[in-house]
């Protein structure tokens, strides 16, 4: 989501994630004739205790985990 979305404040970190998935179309293109494939994994979000380390209220940590997608289990 953070390399093909641009947000505020995120621009460092979106950008790492964009150069990952350049990273994987690269090196995809120049393994190809050595019979290589290359994949990058991108996951959706992932809940973890990362916002706790900002100092951002949990009421906004809530209501911006309300907004992250979902997919039906």
Do not use: C, H, Q
Not at 9 to 34: Q, T, W
Not at 38 to 49: C, H, L, M, Q, R
């Amino acid at each position: 989501m953070a390399a093909d979305i641009g947000a505020p404040d995120s621009s460092v970190y979106s950008a790492s994630k964009a150069a990952v998935r350049s990273l994987g179309r690269s090196l995809g293109a120049e393994l190809v004739g050595r019979g290589v494939r290359v994949n990058v994994v991108s996951p959706g979000p992932i809940d973890t205790p990362i916002f706790d380390k900002f100092g951002i209220p949990a009421a906004a940590v809530g209501d911006f985990k309300k907004s992250w997608p979902t997919t039906s289990r």
